[in-house]
């Protein structure tokens, strides 16, 4: 499979735990992307990377979040001292950094704290 | 990036076309009309991309009035498996970052 991967698809944690999600883009993909999706809501942008570099940071990615892709491949998102508000379906998407931008996304990581 | 306008929800007949209309009356003249879809509890799915042209791939047709301030997109034979929230974003195609999605239309066809 060639897609965008995202590990876990579900992750259980109790408030106050730290929990990481962890995405593979389309190998050839330089940029990625992580977006957050409550329920009825269409996906909130959180950060993007092209290459290692994190060019963009959302005023939604509170200091309790922090994302990193330290060799320009995979990218981890770091959620500390989790709070209910943070349940969500979390997002990853890659693009190339030419052409027309599209993206293509994951499958999701959802997230339920409790 | 100008905002979009979509109905909140339509349904549709299997087999039959669905149109689905976006209005974006304040797009500027470098800004690309996307559409994506989600089907429940999946990732979004790009669909088609355009600028000022018409563009047919082979997932659908995207028509972009002359004045480019409204969109359809057009399914020429919805299946059930085509059941999703639609979203139609404008956005300048080079800076490259993020979508702003909005809460998109659901599409319910119907057997």
């Known amino acids: 499979d060639t897609g965008v991967s995202q590990n876990p698809r579900h992750k259980i944690t109790k408030r106050g735990q730290n929990v990481t999600f962890r995405c593979d883009p389309i190998?050839?993909?330089?940029?990625l992307y992580w977006y957050r999706q409550t329920l009825g809501q269409g996906p909130e942008f959180l950060t993007y990377?092209?290459?290692?570099?994190?060019?963009?940071k959302s005023r939604l990615l509170s200091d309790r979040f922090s994302a990193e892709r330290p060799k320009g491949s995979f990218s981890t998102l770091e959620i500390q001292r989790t709070e209910q508000g943070d349940s969500a379906m979390y997002l990853c998407?890659?693009?190339?950094?030419?052409?027309?931008?599209?993206?293509?996304f994951g499958p999701g990581t959802r997230l339920t704290v409790t | 990036d100008a905002k979009t306008t979509q109905p909140t929800s339509m349904d549709c007949a299997e087999g039959r076309a669905a149109n689905l209309p976006c209005n974006h009356s304040?797009?500027?003249?470098?800004?690309?009309v996307y559409w994506y879809r989600q089907i429940h509890s999946q990732g979004p799915q790009y669909i088609i991309h355009?600028?000022?042209n018409n563009e047919t791939n082979e997932m659908a047709s995207l028509i972009i009035t002359e004045d480019r301030k409204s969109s359809t997109l057009i399914l020429p034979h919805a299946t059930l498996r085509d059941t999703a929230v639609y979203y139609c974003?404008?956005?300048?195609?080079?800076?490259?970052?993020?979508?702003?999605f909005g809460t998109g239309t659901s599409l319910t066809v119907i057997p």
């Open positions: 998407a890659s693009s190339l950094a030419v052409g027309s931008y599209e993206q293509y």
């Open positions: 190998s050839e993909h330089n940029r």
């Open positions: 990377f092209q290459n290692e570099a994190q060019l963009e």
């Open positions: 304040t797009i500027s003249g470098n800004e690309y």
């Open positions: 355009g600028l000022k």
């Open positions: 974003i404008v956005r300048v195609a080079n800076t490259g970052n993020q979508f702003y």
